[in-house]
C-alpha cells in the first residue's frame, strides 16, 4: 500500500530550547542541527531571530549549513521580526517565515486586548508581508486548541487566501483531548475553502500528557505536518515527541502515513541532544529510554529468551539501539540467570543452574541489578567446579 507522507518539523532548536537550563552555544546549535538533517526532518524550526542577536546569528549560520531540510524562524505578527527573520533566512536554500498570531478569546482579551475582526486583519497583513521575502510562509494560531472551530476556520480562510503554505493549530497548553483535536482538525479540513492549498500542522503540549496522541488524531484527521522536539523537550511539560510519532506510524502500516526519517539514528539523536541541553532522558521513556528495551520480570525475560516478539513490538535496531537487555534482579528467574551466564562465558547444566540460583537470590537481594562482575562472584560462591 503507497503511504501519504507526513512532514516533520523539528523544533528542538526553537520551542525546545526555550526550556529552563536548556540553553545551547552557537556551536551546539549546528552540530544539532547537522544531526537532524541527516536524520530526515523537512524543516527544521532554528529560533526566533527577532529575540537576540545570539538567536539571530544561529538561525543564520544553521540556513548556511543545512543541505536538504527547509529552514525556518518564528515571528510574532510584527514587521520587524518578520524583516529580521527573512534577513536572518537568507542563506537558506529552503526558507520558511513562521509567524503568527493569539487567536483564542482568552489570548484575544488578555494579550491583545483585541477583537476578533482585528486579529484576521493582523494575521493577513503579517502573512502577507512574510510572503514579500519568502514563497514558503506558515501561519500558527496560537492556542487554537482554545479557539472557537467557526472562527479558527475564518482565521484559516483568510491566511491561506494571503498566501499561506502551511497552517498551523497549535494546542498550546496542551488541553485538547485526541478526539477532540482530531476533529477539530476534520473541520478545518472540511469547511476552509482553499485549505487544499495548505498543509495542515500539528504542535501540540504534553501539559496532560497527550501531546503524542493528539498529534496522531491530527494526521488521522487530515494534517500532514507534526511539529515535535527529540525527547519532547519543550515549554513546561514539553512538546510532541519525535521519536514517538516516527515510530507509531512506522508500527501501524494500516494508517497508511509514514515519514522521511532514518530511524536507526533516533537513538543517538537523543543521546546527542540529552548530553548537549544537559537533559537527563527519563529511563521509562518510550523509544529512547534506557529501559525501553530493557526486560526485569522473570516471566517477560523467559518470554523475550524464547522469542523477543513475546515482550517487544519493535526491533531494537530499527531505533539505533544494539539490543535488548536482560536486567538481573530479584524478580529474575532462571532462564535469564543462565542466558546472562552464558554471555559472560559459563555454560550452566540444569543442576548447575539451580544451585548458582540460589546463591543468585540471595546476592539479588541485597543488591538492585546483579552486573555481570557480580554473576563470576556468585558462581565462585557456590563453590561448584564451574569453568568459563
Ligand atoms: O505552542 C505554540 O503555540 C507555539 C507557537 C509559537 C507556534 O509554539
Ligand atoms: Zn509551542
Redesign the pocket.
Known sequence: MSKDKVDIFD?TL??GEQVPGCKLDAEQKLVIAERLDELGVDIIEAGFPISSPGDFNSVNEIAKLVKNAAVCG?TRAVRKDIEVAAEALKPAKKPRI?T?IGTSDSHIRHKFNSDRESIIERAVAAVSYAKSFVEDVEF?A???GRTDNEFLARVCEAVVKAGATVL?I???TGYCLPEEYGAKIRYLKENVTGVHKATLSC?C?NDLGLATANSIAGVVNGARQI?CTINGIG?RAGNTSLEEVVMILRQHPTLGLDTNINSKLLYDTSRMVSEKMGMIVQPNKAIVGANAFAHSSGIHQDGVIKNRETYEIIDPADVGVNESSIVLTARSGRAALAYRAKLVGYELTKLQLDEVYQEFLKFADRKKEILDSDIHEIIEATELDIES
Open positions: 523544533t526553537r520551542d518564528l513562521h503568527g500558527y496560537e492556542d487554537a498551523n497549535p494546542d498550546t504542535h503540549h511539529e515549554e
